[in-house]
Nanobody
């Protein structure tokens, strides 16, 4: 059974940085795509970034390009989201997610089968 556990959220001032981590267990993740999504109060869950575990191929939402970086640690089975130049509009619960597919690479949440419990990120102005 796949388990995803997020950590690293917190309160930060605008312009600051945070690094989220997602510890993955229960499978060999070489054919998985790992993603980060976020959901702000009153808004729908939205895609932030994704990475294909085997190749390191990445994709980002336009709103975070140039500020956020997704990466994976093959030894520790962990996916990171480095968030720089944070803005108040980045405030949300951030979720780690995963699905297994050797071909499809998608930002659509409906394809992600496994989800973590979420971690709160709050950016103050």
């Amino acid at each position: 059974q796949v388990q995803l556990v997020e950590s690293g959220g917190g309160l930060v001032q605008a312009g600051g940085s945070l690094r989220l981590s997602c510890a993955a267990s229960g499978r060999t993740f070489s054919n998985y795509v790992m993603g980060w999504f976020r959901q702000a109060p009153g808004k729908e869950r939205e895609f932030v970034a994704a990475i294909r575990w085997s190749t390191g191929y990445t994709a980002y939402a336009d709103s975070v390009k140039g500020r956020f970086t997704i990466s994976r640690d093959n030894v520790k089975n962990t996916v990171h989201l480095q968030m720089n130049s944070l803005k108040p509009e980045d405030t949300a619960v951030y979720y780690c997610a995963a699905y297994r597919d050797a071909v499809r690479f998608t930002s659509s949440s409906r394809y992600y089968d496994y989800w973590g419990q979420g971690t709160q990120v709050t950016v103050s102005s």
